[in-house]
């Protein structure tokens, strides 16, 4: 060591004392750097060789979750969210951290939450300022890549290898262009994301359906449609119409009825709603419904119609005797079953659905109704409403006698039976269906 630079020595370590008894506390102690979590010192080289950075090295490296990712469209909000969580306790997410990414002047974006609005060329840039340095930074961004790679599958470490040279920079990973490189992988990151998510948010009402009225299900979609435009610079002004169109599709009446209500308030300014409030109120109302066991339970309307066919069923097959070409289970045939009608039969259509056919059993219905042209009152038919016959008066024909012998001791038809007069156009016997919806006689 030369003179001078003894002397330089000598001067830093003086300093550094002098600095030590500046920091003592209000009460005399050693006062220390604030942080929230030990990550977040940020300026800090860890050494790796103490315990204390061992387990701050475990800590970031771990892998994120018992099921590891598969780099699939499907998990990859969930994979966000426990990254970002791990990002934080890790001091990576803090103003000067290795995913605050620098995407202008003055501009800098989270690569957490703001990943559909930023470049791999900025995050390349920004990385190669430090990934190559004996720095914390260097440190962090080694660690955020090994945090990746031991929390994706063998599917998911296949789909970044073959990208390797977009993270790989000499002897050393950048973790931050893994992760870009992971999120490429994961969802489709163009310009026709954001149209995509746009028409997905439109058609809510047929998602709706396509999870069985899964409110819980419904809304984590939304969220994450939503988030996926977020991280894209760009939000949705008519989310909350098309939430209220999606929850009017579930096949609850209870359900509907009270979001119906909750519509009704905040079209007349009655009570401010937002989009999170609406998806809170409906997946506590479901949860509710579920808990108490009636969830898509029958109202007093259906279970009239329940009962109703039970009785008709007993007047027309319960009390007929069998016919010596009747084949049973002796036989080891059974007469075929009646397919249970769906629950569309039942219900009055969409104003813009009316004069639209629906397919069951083979056969197209038609809702017939003095709306459509028709002179049913509200029921779904096989004829065309435009060439309906209607009913025949209750109690026009009697009931058909028998031939003889007790064969044919019960031989009603519905219009024969007793029924509410509300009722009476919604069940519909295999002859009505047969005959087009009305009786010829």
Not at 36 to 52: D, F
Not at 421 to 438: F, V
């Amino acid at each position: 060591m030369t003179r001078g630079s003894a002397r330089a020595a000598a001067e830093a370590g003086a300093a550094a004392a002098a600095n030590a008894g500046n920091n003592e506390g209000p009460n005399g102690g050693a006062q220390v750097a604030f942080s929230l979590r030990p990550g977040h010192h940020q300026g800090e080289v860890i050494s790796m060789n103490t315990k204390q950075g061992y387990n701050h090295w475990k800590l970031a490296t771990e892998k994120l979750d018992e099921e590891l990712y598969d780099c699939d469209p499907e998990g990859f909000y969930q994979f966000m969210k426990t990254l970002g969580s791990r990002a934080d306790k890790c001091g990576w997410t803090e103003p000067d951290g290795i995913l605050s990414i620098p995407t202008g002047e003055n501009e800098i974006k989270s690569l957490i939450t703001d990943y559909g609005s930023i470049e791999y060329d900025q995050v390349k840039s920004y990385e190669l300022s430090f990934v190559n340095q004996d720095s914390r930074k260097a440190q962090d961004t080694a660690m955020l890549h090994d945090c990746i790679m031991n929390s994706v599958s063998k599917e998911g470490k296949a789909k970044l290898n073959v990208n390797e040279e977009l993270y790989k920079f000499g002897r050393r990973q950048g973790g931050a262009c893994l992760l870009k490189v992971l999120i490429r992988e994961s969802y489709l990151d163009s310009n026709a994301t954001s149209s995509m998510i746009r028409i997905k948010l439109a058609n809510l009402d047929e998602y709706i359906v396509q999870v069985k009225h899964d409110i819980g299900k419904f809304n984590n979609y939304v969220k994450v449609l939503v988030e996926t435009l977020r991280a894209r610079g760009e939000t949705t002004s008519d989310l909350i119409t098309n939430l209220f169109q999606a929850y009017a599709a579930c096949s609850d009446q209870q359900f509907v009825k009270h979001i119906a209500d909750v519509q009704s308030q905040w079209e007349d300014n009655e009570k401010p709603l937002t989009e999170v409030q609406l998806m809170e109120k409906a997946l506590k109302k479901y949860r509710l419904l579920k808990d108490r066991g009636v969830w898509e339970a029958p109202t007093a309307q259906d279970a009239k119609i329940i009962a109703l066919e039970a009785k008709i069923h007993k007047l027309t097959n319960g009390g007929r005797s069998k016919r010596k070409g009747d084949k049973d289970s002796k036989d080891g045939k059974k007469k075929k079953q009646k397919k249970e009608k769906p629950k569309w039969m039942f219900q009055r259509p969409k104003d813009e659905d009316l004069k639209k056919p629906r397919e069951w059993n083979g056969i197209k219905w038609w809702y017939c109704s003095p709306d459509t042209g028709g002179k049913c009152q509200g029921v779904y038919r096989v004829h065309k409403p435009s060439e309906c016959k209607s009913l025949k008066p209750k109690g026009e024909s009697g009931p058909k006698k028998g031939t003889g012998g007790g064969d044919d001791k019960v031989a009603v038809t519905v219009s024969q039976a007793t029924i509410d007069p509300a009722l009476s156009d919604i069940y519909m016997e295999d002859e009505d269906e047969i005959m087009g919806g009305y009786e010829t006689g």
